[in-house]
C-alpha cells in the first residue's frame, strides 16, 4: 500500500514538472533585436560573398571559353586531315558496302515474293 502510495506521488510529481515545462514552452515570448550595425555587417557579408562568386564565375567562364577555342581548333585539325567526325573513311566504306548488300538482298527478296 505505501508502494502504491509512492508510485502515485512520484507520477504526480512527474506529471507537475512536465506541465510546468510545457507551460513555460508556450508562454515564453522571446524578445529578438536587430541592430543597424547587424545589418551593416551583414550586408558587408553579403557583399563579400557576392564578389567571390563574380570572381569565380569569371574565372570559369574564361576556363570554358578557353576549352572551346582548343576543341574548335582540334576539329579544324581533324576536318583538315580529312578525316571525318563522325564518320571516317573506314566506316563510310563499311557503311556504302552494307547499304549495297542490304538493297541487293532486299530486290532478290522482292523480285522472288513477286
Known sequence: MVLQEAISSSNNI???ICNAIVKAEQNTQFKATIKS????????LLNQVIETWKTLFENHRSEQAKM??????NMRKILRRNEGVWLSDFW???LVIFLFVYTVVLGLVVFCAT
Not at 37 to 44: G, I, K, M, R, S
Open 68 to 73: 572551346l577555342t582548343e576543341h574548335g581548333a
Open 92 to 94: 563510310m566504306k563499311v
Open 14 to 16: 512527474i506529471n507537475s
Open 37 to 44: 550595425e547587424h545589418l551593416v555587417q551583414l550586408q558587408q
